[in-house]
């Protein structure tokens, strides 16, 4: 499954989107540039984002995506999502996904003795006993970018591959100006871009935005907004109590 984070994924999936059948992906193989070009203070702020998010002890999130253009690249982006997370073993995640046309919603939950897990299209939760301490492996969709940092996953941008220029630039949100750290390329005729917004103190993400295009006939744009980031929360029991959605039925 392509995951949010993964930027060869990414890369891979925009080639699907501009060649639609195996034949023609055959035929028009791509070839990456050469040159990787990865300006210092943008390798520099990418490096610092491991260590930030270890360091964490709680964290609750809030965000949403837009597309514009087609869907179908964006398939694995979830539409919203929050979560809030305590070391080492407490969550409440939600997030809404698009299958097929329609939403679905997930709900994951441990109050550090027991998980629940929960989806809208079978309306049925199961649970578990928590794990001592989440791994990125449990979260199925993986639907964030930090979860990999979170949860003990490969940091998604130690390397590059071929042809990628990465550079960076200052973006305002509000009254605050953020880092803009930008992955731009080009495989074939397929051109990319995606933008990561930094916190310039703490170097945990503010947003995210990604562009496929193949001129002039076929683009898509992803933007993921956080309307929430509070790196130290004060949960209460409450915040990871489990309650079952209206008809929902325990998986037999």
Do not use: C
């Not at 210092?40 to 965000?63: C, E, Q, S, T």
């Not at 973006?171 to 953020?178: D, I, P, Q, R, V």
């Not at 947003?207 to 744009?221: F, H, V």
Request: overall charge positive; aromatic content about 10%; proline content about 10%.
């Amino acid at each position: 499954m392509l995951k949010l984070h993964s930027l060869p994924g990414v890369l891979a999936l925009s080639l699907l989107f501009a060649l639609p059948t195996a034949t023609q992906e055959k035929e028009s193989e791509p070839k990456p540039q050469a040159q990787t070009r990865i300006d210092a203070r943008a390798k520099a702020a990418l490096d610092a984002m491991p260590a930030a998010y270890k360091k964490l002890n709680a964290l609750h999130v809030r965000y949403s995506s837009k597309i514009e253009g087609s869907p179908e690249p964006f398939s694995f982006a979830p539409r919203s999502l929050e979560m809030r997370y305590q070391k080492p073993n407490r969550i409440r995640l939600e997030y809404t996904m698009e299958v097929n046309g329609k939403p679905r919603r997930t709900m994951i939950v441990s109050d550090g003795k027991t998980l629940w897990s929960w989806d809208s299209l079978s309306n049925q939760y199961a649970k578990r006993q928590a794990p001592a301490a989440f791994k990125s492996s449990d979260f199925p969709d993986s639907p964030g970018p930090e979860f990999e940092y979170l949860f003990g996953g490969e940091n998604p941008f130690e390397s590059f591959p071929p042809g990628i220029n990465v550079s960076i630039g200052e973006e305002k949100s509000g009254a605050t100006t953020l880092d803009a750290v930008k992955m731009e390329g080009a495989f074939g005729q397929e051109k990319f871009e995606v933008v990561l917004l930094l916190d310039r103190s703490d170097r945990m993400i503010r947003g995210m935005r990604m562009t496929i295009s193949n001129a002039p006939d076929k683009t898509a744009a992803l933007q993921m907004t956080y309307s929430l980031f509070n790196p130290s929360p004060a949960f209460t029991a409450a915040d990871f109590k489990f309650t079952p959605p209206a008809g929902a039925k325990p998986k037999p």
